[in-house]
Structure formats: C-alpha cells, structure tokens
C-alpha cells in the first residue's frame, strides 16, 4: 500500500510538473527579415555593398571587352592563320574565357563575405532587440517567420511591432496575409 501511494504521489507530482512547464512556455513570432529591411542602417549597407560589387562588375566587363575583341579579331583572320597561330589563339581565349570565371567566382564569394561583414552588426542589433523584447514579454521562443510559415498564429504574439517600437523604426501594417 505504501508504495502504490508513493507511486501515485510521484505520479502526481510529474503530471504537476509537466503543467507547470507548459504554463512557463511562451511562443512568440517575428518576420525577421522585414524587421532587418525596415532598418535604416539596411539601406547604407546596401549601399555599400552595390559600391564594392561594382568595382568587381567593371573588371569584369574589362574582361569581356578583351575577351570580345580578341574573339572578333580571331574570326577576322581564322581563314589566313597557320596551324600553330590558330592554336595559340585559341588557347589564348580559352585561357581569357578561365580567367573571367575564375574571377566571377572569387568576385562572387568575397561579394558575399563582404555582405556578411556590413550586415553583422545589422542584424546582431536586431537579434539584441528580439531577445529584450521577448525577456520583456516573457516569450521563451521566438520564431523567424521567414524561414517557417505558421498556419495560425495569434496576432499577440507577432513581436514585430514590439522591436520596431524598440529599436525607435515607425510601426507599420502588418502585410496582408501574414
């Protein structure tokens, strides 16, 4: 008797605990990324950001130019070259042709480094904000609504306006549909 009532205390006790758990979660939502483009530190590191893309894209074109040139000079004089001239020349576009994509690629890649360099402090700002806002409100998750679609969700609990209002950003309509 004794320890079927010490397994109904214990049972009890869990079923105690489990309750009082879930009453201590709290759900919160946010579009992540339309907190990031309401921001107006977004707008100069785009800014930024299209600058040292377009140093790359002028190399590039560069690139083209020549490659284009030496291309139409190449058909030009195909029909009088030697073996060995006609060779070399190909083997001179295709090395231009390498070149570019080579460069493409690494112009591509240190594009996107340089893009999560400006946009760290960005979005680390607006990490900070979330995880106030949610300490305030007591939220003990938070979810980027724009990597996971909710199919409902209570409008209480979209913290969006909460952060804009915290990081001082005007408080905007919620997009239809969202």
Do not use: H, W
Not at 15 to 37: C, P, S, V
């Amino acid at each position: 008797m004794k320890k079927l009532l010490k397994v109904a205390l214990v049972a009890g006790c869990m079923l105690m605990a489990g309750n009082f758990a879930k009453a201590q979660t709290k759900l919160g939502y946010i579009r992540f990324n339309d907190l990031i483009e309401a921001m107006p530190e977004t707008k100069t590191v785009q800014t930024q950001l299209q600058a040292y893309q377009k140093q790359f894209m002028d190399q590039l074109n560069a690139l083209n130019t020549e490659y284009t040139s030496k291309l139409q000079a190449y058909q030009s004089g195909r029909a009088s070259m030697t073996d060995a001239i006609r060779t070399a020349k190909e083997t001179e576009l295709g090395d231009i042709q390498k070149r570019m994509q080579d460069y493409q690629n690494t112009a591509q890649q240190q594009v996107t480094d340089k893009g999560n360099e400006l946009f760290k402090p960005v979005t680390e700002k607006a990490r900070t904000a979330i995880n106030a806002v949610a300490k305030e409100k007591g939220y003990t998750y938070v979810i980027d609504t724009t990597q996971v679609e909710l199919i409902v969700a209570p409008t209480g609990d979209d913290l969006l306006a909460a952060v804009k209002a915290k990081l001082g950003l005007p408080a905007t309509a919620a997009p239809a549909g969202k």
